[in-house]
């Protein structure tokens, strides 16, 4: 229901629509809200010759001094979408549920390589607080952040 003119809730067409011009705004607002695909991720990695095999910490800093401005918004765009989803993992874990907060991070994962420090420093800590010690130093390894590298200098 859309209200007409008048201010009443009936069903309403606009006959001064013009399809062309909703159609170039719609192509336009998807474009900006358009960010990179962990395909293309990989692919920036291998244009600038990074190895997946380096820390997450490394890779993004590496990202970060190599690639354009343009490709920086795209991995930004995905990076905040990774983000909201570690927020709601450290509240599952505040809570002590350990299970959707692992759930959370292994999805961001899977949403591309750029920021994957935040997220495995975070399964660290899932994994230390499960007992699964050596699966916590691996996901702190992975990490590589001043932090993870202090909680595993700490796990011994």
């Known amino acids: ?3 007409t ?3 009443s809730a009936e069903p309403y067409i606009c006959r001064d629509f013009n399809i062309l011009q909703v159609s170039a705004t719609l192509i336009f607002c998807a474009a900006q809200l358009s960010f ?3 395909r293309q991720e990989r692919e920036l990695l291998k244009k600038y010759g ?31 979408r990774k983000m909201g989803y570690c927020a709601q993992a450290e509240q599952a874990l505040r809570e002590g549920n350990l299970r959707r907060a692992e759930e959370l991070l292994e999805y961001a994962l899977g949403l591309g390589i750029y920021g994957n420090e935040v997220v495995y420093n975070l399964l660290g ?11 916590a130093r691996e996901c ?3 990490s590589g952040s001043i932090e993870s590298l202090k909680k595993l200098k700490n796990l011994g």
């Open 1 to 3: 229901m859309l209200l």
């Open 5 to 7: 003119p008048s201010g």
């Open 36 to 38: 990179m695909t962990p």
């Open 50 to 80: 990074i190895s997946e095999e380096l820390s997450a910490e490394e890779v993004t800093q590496l990202l970060k001094k190599r690639a354009t401005q343009e490709e920086l918004e795209g991995l930004k765009k995905r990076y905040s």
């Open 125 to 135: 800590d899932v994994y230390s607080r499960r007992g699964m010690l050596e699966k």
């Open 140 to 142: 702190y390894r992975r």
